[in-house]
């Protein structure tokens, strides 16, 4: 945990290091010289170890506490100690001569939490080396390079690191960055703000919705903020272009008119969530 941290800073931390354990799982599982199962179930501890650091910090900053260990057990207060005495002489007289068992040693009750946290981590891992299965990944990609083939187009693989969807564009559009364009986003949501309002701010969230809308702004601007269906219809606006977006799971998407500009989205590349790829003319065999 970072001294003086802030919760939303913490969280994009926490978004970055996801992103570094992503990347260390598909080094681990694209490597031949490892045995597959033993590959997907260490990149699979790795990530769940990484989100229980994760909680366990946020719970920390949430409560107040810097730094608490896994031994350390608060003792009761006096009210606290109070109260459950209170609760037990009130209980009837039967049920207290036929309580026997004996209250838990300390020593006990860590040995216990310490079972159930190594439980809850074998549970965690066990699920995330199924989820490592790419048999998903497999068929979006079938379905996709179906879709690719049928229309001449080939997917330009682009880095799985937050920018995803800028870069896939930027990558066909000269003269634009992964930056230019996150600033092209931010100003046209801004510049066009009762459009994009009530898909940015939660309605009835009892926060103040300027301040949401303006922490919004700057994540999309300044940061590796994952960029989603917002941002296409802001950039197809701003770009004066037509997006199109090819996906396993449904038709064509089209944001905006003009030239057109691919991609392709993915739901199962990477574990960590959606992605991002470009989509160009399928390169023609150069004729002989």
Not at 2 to 7: A, D, L, N, P, R
Not at 64 to 76: K, Q
Not at 223 to 250: K, P
Request: with cysteine.
């Amino acid at each position: 945990m970072v001294e003086g941290e802030t919760k939303g800073s913490m969280r994009l931390r926490h978004r970055n290091e996801l992103k570094a354990v992503q990347a260390e799982a598909q080094k681990m599982l694209k490597d031949k010289k490892r045995d597959k199962r033993e590959a997907k179930r260490e990149a699979a501890a790795l990530k769940a170890d990484t989100e229980a650091r994760h909680a366990k910090e946020l719970e920390e900053l949430e409560s107040g506490v810097a730094s608490v260990t896994v031994d350390e057990i608060a003792p009761a207060s006096a009210e606290e100690t109070t109260d459950k005495t209170n609760k037990t002489n009130e209980k009837p007289k039967e049920e207290s001569e036929t309580q026997t068992a004996q209250p838990l040693s300390r020593a006990e009750k860590r040995r216990r939490k310490k079972q159930e946290q190594e439980r809850q981590r074998q549970a965690e891992i066990e699920k995330l080396t199924a989820e490592f299965d790419n048999s998903k990944q497999e068929d979006e990609n079938a379905t996709l390079q179906a879709h690719m083939t049928a229309a001449g187009l080939a997917i330009v693989p682009i880095p799985s690191d937050g920018h995803c969807l800028f870069a896939s564009l930027a990558y066909q559009l000269p003269g634009q960055t992964v930056a230019s364009l996150r600033a092209l986003a931010a100003d046209t949501i801004v510049d066009n703000k009762d459009m994009y309002m009530a898909f940015i701010v939660p309605i009835h969230d009892g926060r103040d919705p300027e301040e949401l809308f303006a922490a919004y702004i700057h994540r999309i601007r300044s940061t590796a903020e994952w960029g989603g269906e917002v941002e296409l219809a802001a950039l197809a606006r701003g770009l004066g272009v037509m997006i199109e977006v090819f996906s396993a799971r449904q038709d064509v998407r089209q944001f905006g008119e003009g030239e057109v500009v691919r991609v392709s989205y993915h739901e199962h590349q990477f574990t960590l969530g959606q992605h991002y790829n470009a989509v160009i003319p399928r390169p023609q065999a150069s004729e002989e």
